[in-house]
């Protein structure tokens, strides 16, 4: 059985929203590890391209600089 806990990435740019998702995960039974949280369609892009995919991204649509599909 896998204990490895479940990689999360957080992709929103307001922080409110980031804060709430992380007391979010932490308060579900689930075993999760925020891995990163980024603000920007820029930011998301270079994170995808230099690191391991997290198992769940957690998306915003609306970014400040564009839409994030």
Known sequence: ???M???????EDELPAQRLL???LQE????TAVISCLNSIKSSVEWFVK???????????????GLSF
Do not use: F, G
């Open 51 to 65: 690191n391991d995919h997290s198992d769940i991204v957690l998306l915003d649509i609306q970014l400040s600089d």
């Open 22 to 24: 992380k007391e979010t």
């Open 28 to 31: 579900i039974s689930i075993d």
């Open 1 to 3: 059985m896998n204990n």
């Open 5 to 11: 806990p479940l990689k999360v990435l957080i992709i």
